[in-house]
């Protein structure tokens, strides 16, 4: 079974740009989160999707927004890039049913660096 | 809101050794997880142990065990028999029942020596 693949690895952007994040979920889990990582906040939580529709927020500026497709693909859109943002993003997969809580199993993240 | 707090920013081991990690969380709820993530320098999470809230029973995954003890809202990490392999940045983290987002404490860097 593939993992959760998230594209690219590695990005650099400049200040006032904006960059979308890609999301393969493991085949058959229909919810995908978002988080991000910095040195000074840690990891914070960004949205979930959930068949199409976001199902949970975050604390972001609306400068961060996300989408899933109907195949669970999900990506994450920063607008107006700031220095702040430079961080990991990481995007976790689960089957999303909430009967009871699953493993969220973790892609490698997207270093995302603006200068 | 849940908050979830490391108090040891820094711990080191010697292999063969135990060694434990803390945790403290605050909710008001009274039905949800709690869980221990690995993060290697490869960056990529990977769970350790899950323990559920209404379970009394601690868990264990081989070398890896809890000890939760809801009243005072305490969730320590024992990892026993530590290997090199175990080096990484551990978290802590609580998910609330009927919700999907994991909250996160702040990490503890655990340093494996031969």
């Known amino acids: ?115 | 809101a849940q908050t979830v707090t490391q108090s040891q920013p820094e711990m080191s081991v010697q292999e063969a050794e135990t060694v434990t990690l803390s945790c403290t969380y605050d909710t008001s709820e009274s039905d949800y997880y709690l869980f221990w993530y690995k993060q290697p320098p490869s960056r990529q999470m990977i769970l350790v142990i899950r323990q559920e809230a209404y379970k009394q029973q601690n868990a264990t995954e081989n070398r890896f065990s809890v000890n939760f003890q809801k009243a005072a809202k305490s969730f320590s990490l024992k990892i026993s028999d530590s290997q090199l392999g175990d080096a990484a940045m551990y978290f802590c983290a609580y998910e609330w029942t009927s919700g999907s987002r994991l909250t996160f404490g702040e990490g503890t860097q655990l340093t494996v020596n031969p």
């Not at chain 1, 979930?48 to 693909?73: D, H, I, L, M, V």
């Open chain 1, 1 to 115: 079974k593939a993992g959760v693949t998230q594209t690219p690895r590695y990005l650099i952007k400049t200040r006032g740009q904006q960059v979308t994040l890609s999301c393969s979920p493991i085949s058959g889990h229909r919810s995908v989160s978002w988080y991000q990582q910095t040195p000074g906040q840690g990891l914070q939580f960004l949205f979930e999707y959930f068949s199409e529709t976001q199902r949970n927020k975050g604390n972001f500026p609306g400068r961060f927004s996300g989408r899933q497709f109907s195949n669970s693909r999900s990506e994450m859109n920063v607008s107006t890039l700031e220095l702040g943002d430079s961080a990991l993003y990481l995007c976790a997969s689960s089957p999303g049913n909430r009967v009871r809580s699953t493993e969220a199993f973790f892609g490698q993240g997207t270093r995302l660096t603006v200068v």
